[in-house]
């Protein structure tokens, strides 16, 4: 699992209006995670984190 700092380095560039939709939090609880004003809740943080994670996998360079 990713710690809360590490999910708000990955949401810095993304844009969180697309985060909110792909995931289903609410986009308000995404920009709080996201500028540190909040601490979420384990749903919230399982639900971003798979997010980025499949995000990760889409855009990983091809290995032969």
Known sequence: MMTLGQIR???AD???TRVAEATGVNYHTV???ANGS???GYETVRLIVLYLQ???E?????VE
């Open 9 to 11: 380095e990955a949401l």
């Open 14 to 16: 993304l844009n969180l």
């Open 31 to 33: 920009a709080r995670l």
């Open 38 to 40: 909040a601490e979420p």
């Open 54 to 56: 499949q995000r990760a």
């Open 58 to 62: 889409l855009i990983k360079p091809a």
